[in-house]
T-cell receptor
């Protein structure tokens, strides 16, 4: 099956710093989503981004489907950005199975 | 609007016991799914449903049963709990399909099997 690799696995930042999280996938995908799991365990959908670039406040995401990767940018990080960031993909061919990467754990220190 | 509601939030079982994890959504979503989350493993798909009366297996279906008699509810059944099923379970839903719409997650059920 498809492999989804996220890097780095862990990231520690000082408040105000910028960061880039990467998601590589091994096969062609129909779609890609980014999620944030907060320290209380809640999962929030950040972006639904099969291709191109989207922005939402301090967060933006870019997916280059032809090169099989996606990037999540966090600017001016805040302590509330801490948590685990997951990307998840759907393979082409009509699959309804969302496959998650193992996540990047982000810690933002005050 | 409650979104996706999972019950219970916490549960401890003994090996061999059975139980049902409940998942309900009030958004009239067609697609519903169950995941388990283990340390260092991310989320893995257990079962999913594209509509009432239709279910299919995900990546790790063994030891779990599901049914979808209504659009709103998608219960997950453990028939004979095993310690390997200790995990955090998440239910998710979307308007149509897993990849065509954003997934909405419940708050999870933390399950321990002794």
């Amino acid at each position: 099956g498809i492999q989804v690799e996220q890097s780095p696995p862990d990231l520690i930042l000082q408040e105000g710093a910028n960061s880039t999280l990467r998601c590589n996938f091994s096969d062609s995908v129909n779609n890609l989503q980014w999620f944030h799991q907060n320290p209380w365990g809640q999962l929030i959908n950040l972006f639904y981004i099969p291709s191109g670039t989207k922005q939402n406040g301090r967060l933006s995401a870019t997916t280059v489907a032809t090169e099989r990767y996606s990037l999540l940018y966090i600017s001016s990080s805040q302590t509330t950005d801490s948590g685990v960031y997951f990307c998840a993909v759907i393979t082409q061919g009509g699959s309804e199975k969302l496959v998650f990467g193992k996540g990047t754990k982000l810690t933002v220190n005050p | 609007n409650a979104g996706v509601t999972q019950t219970p939030k916490f549960q401890v079982l003994k090996t061999g016991q059975s139980m049902t994890l409940q998942c309900a959504q009030d958004m009239n979503h067609e697609y519903m799914s169950w995941y388990r989350q283990d340390p260092g493993m991310g989320l893995r798909l257990i079962h999913y449903s594209v509509g009432a009366g239709i279910t299919d297996q995900g990546e790790v279906p063994n030891g779990y049963n599901v049914s979808r008699s209504t659009t709103e509810d998608f219960p997950l059944r453990l028939l004979s709990a095993a310690p390997s099923q200790t995990s955090v379970y998440f239910c998710a839903s979307s308007t149509a399909g897993a990849g065509n719409q954003p997934q909405h997650f419940g708050d999870g059920t933390r399950l321990s099997i002794l």
